[in-house]
């Protein structure tokens, strides 16, 4: 049996009309994949977790004035910097295809990241 589950923080994310959409709209898109055969067998799960049952990086959420900070931006440059990073190593740790690559090192590293290289 196919279960799809979102995820949701309570009273932050979506109405209860938008998750009925959520619901109907998931399932035909998975049928679409899929087929109508498994439209009987489709479970779609909504899972809403309290406020300040989750976080992020550490920092207890929601805590609007936090994501919204120059803090959090400069976690996020930090850990997109070290992602590149690494993007990068492992390219240079791959041998070279024939074909000349179609851009720069960022069309280059998503290319990897999507296993397209």
Request: one cysteine or more; hydrophobic letters at 40%.
């Amino acid at each position: 049996m196919p279960v799809i589950t979102i995820q949701f923080i309570k009273d932050v994310v979506a109405t209860p009309e938008q998750k009925k959409q959520l619901i109907i709209e998931m399932t035909n898109t998975f049928v679409g994949i899929l087929g109508d055969v498994v439209r009987p067998f489709v479970y779609c799960i909504i899972q809403e977790t309290p406020q300040q049952e989750w976080g992020i990086a550490g920092v207890p959420m929601p805590d609007l004035p936090y994501l919204t900070s120059e803090k959090h931006a400069g976690v996020i440059e930090r850990s997109n910097s070290m992602m590149r990073g690494a993007i990068a190593q492992m390219a240079a740790s791959q041998p070279q295809s024939s074909s000349p690559s179609s851009g720069g090192n960022d069309e280059r590293a998503d290319a990897i990241w999507r296993g397209n290289a």
